[in-house]
């Protein structure tokens, strides 16, 4: 396998995280220019952090489809599996933007304060099918990857942005509209455009490859129940992984300076969500293109070459007035807000990097079938987040640095959790790691 053939099966992927990393940026750049911008920036930083938080058991949806659809038997049990999330996830964020329990969850549990969570249930609302509209398109885009199509994800998350985009910039110039609203707003329109072409665009493969009269994979037909054991895992990753949202947004809210840390942390969170969009497009390549042990090496050569790349471009945009222009030019931040973004990039500079080895050996373990292995790693990861940001809270430590240091300290204990159970159960060829022996899982 060559580095090109990598190259050009991970592009049209990372172009998808791309763009829809970019949809945060265009939607706070939209409320930095309307009225009441600190207050309505923290609100929509919350919105988000919940309806993400919502959605993250089937964020790996996207990883599940890619390894188990591989004909219409399996796709239509996926497809199953996948609408019974749907229908649970929706039912729990209208329990929470619509009753009592708004309440309890945004401000007993998270200590928003008063005139920051008053905003925050309007934009839950309107994101009510958020959830659903994630998962069908996650669902369809891993049967397109798994197919060879990856194109056609990008091309999806292009719809996305300009929907979501356009739908930012019209509201936000004619309809006077709070900022909440019209950000909320333009996330649903982005999803629900992004959905619906994914839906047209798999209607090929139901013709083809997935058409009842295709040829069945070979192997035992996919069960529910053995769908059910290998997402499980993913699922509770997800969660644990958009757990730490809410988490770090509660702690800012307990720190030093909680008005202006909460409005700092949802460009700081996008600005790294952008930074880590190549990671995040690495493990369904590493499900993908994994074929047999002779696969790792230049699999594993790409993504430590990725590391090393993304850490240039991040030291370039920290040091350079780039990061200048982009906080106090494109996002039109106030100066002290903007300034607190600004210093906290320096905490960060190391992390998109550790978030690609991270990915790779996700990548690497869900190949393998060890899902559970991911599971207890982003468990870990929490733990030593919580860790950091109850120590920060003891001592009122600066709000966006404590956070910064604890991102930081629990990628790398998840990393060397990944790397022991990566070692013991599938062949990397790295020779500091002793002898290479064949495994089942290849």
């Known amino acids: 396998m060559r580095q090109k053939d990598v190259f050009w099966f991970w592009l049209p992927l990372f172009a998808s995280w791309l763009l829809m990393t970019m949809e945060g940026p265009f939607v706070t750049a939209t409320i930095n220019r309307l009225p009441n911008e600190v207050i309505m920036l923290a609100a929509m930083g919350i919105v988000v952090s919940l309806s993400v938080t919502i959605e993250s058991p089937i964020i790996n949806l996207l990883a599940t489809s890619t390894a188990l659809v591989k004909d219409r038997a399996s796709f239509l049990q996926v497809r199953r599996f996948n609408v019974h999330w749907m229908i649970f996830l929706t039912a729990v964020t209208f329990l929470i933007a619509f009753t009592p329990v708004f309440d309890f969850v945004v401000v007993r549990l998270l200590g928003t304060p008063a005139e920051i969570a008053v905003w925050v249930q309007p934009g839950l609302k309107i994101l009510l099918f958020w959830s659903a509209a994630i998962a069908w398109r996650r669902f369809l885009q891993g049967v397109l990857i798994h197919f060879n199509q990856p194109k056609k994800v990008a091309w999806g998350s292009v719809l996305r942005l300009i929907s979501s985009a356009g739908t930012a910039v019209i509201l936000g110039v ?45 192997g035992d037909p996919l069960t529910y129940r053995e769908l059910f054991w290998f997402h499980l895992p993913l699922a509770g990753t997800s969660v644990l992984i958009l757990f730490t949202q809410p988490l770090v ?20 969170f996008q600005i790294m969500l952008m930074a880590r969009a190549a990671a995040f497009a690495l493990p369904e390549v590493i499900i993908a293109l994994t074929k047999n042990k002779e696969s790792y090496r230049p699999l594993r050569r790409f993504s430590f070459n990725l590391a090393f790349l993304i850490t240039g471009v991040m030291l370039l945009f920290t040091v350079t007035p780039i990061s200048t222009f982009y906080i106090f030019v494109v996002q039109d931040m106030t100066g002290p807000v903007g300034s607190l973004v600004k210093l906290a990039l320096i905490f960060f500079l190391f992390f998109p990097a550790l978030t690609v080895i991270d990915m790779w050996l996700r990548g690497v373990l869900i190949h393998g079938r060890h899902t559970k292995d991911v599971n207890i790693a982003m468990g870990i990861n929490l733990g030593v987040t919580a860790v950091v940001l109850g120590i920060g809270m003891v001592y009122q430590a600066p709000g966006l640095p404590t956070a910064a240091i604890a991102l930081n300290a629990a990628i790398i204990c998840e990393i060397i959790y990944l790397l022991w159970r990566t070692h013991r159960f599938v062949p990397l060829s790295l020779p500091s790691w002793g002898r290479l022996s064949p495994s089942p899982t290849c």
């Open 174 to 218: 004619w309809s006077g509209l709070p900022g909440v609203i019209i950000g909320a707003t333009a996330l649903m329109m982005g999803v629900l455009a992004e959905a619906i072409y994914a839906t047209v665009a798999v209607r090929p493969l139901l013709k083809t490859e997935l058409s009842p009269t295709a040829a069945p994979a070979a």
């Open 249 to 268: 947004t509660s702690s800012l809210a307990r720190l030093q300076n909680p008005t202006l840390s909460l409005a700092a942390w949802p460009v700081l």
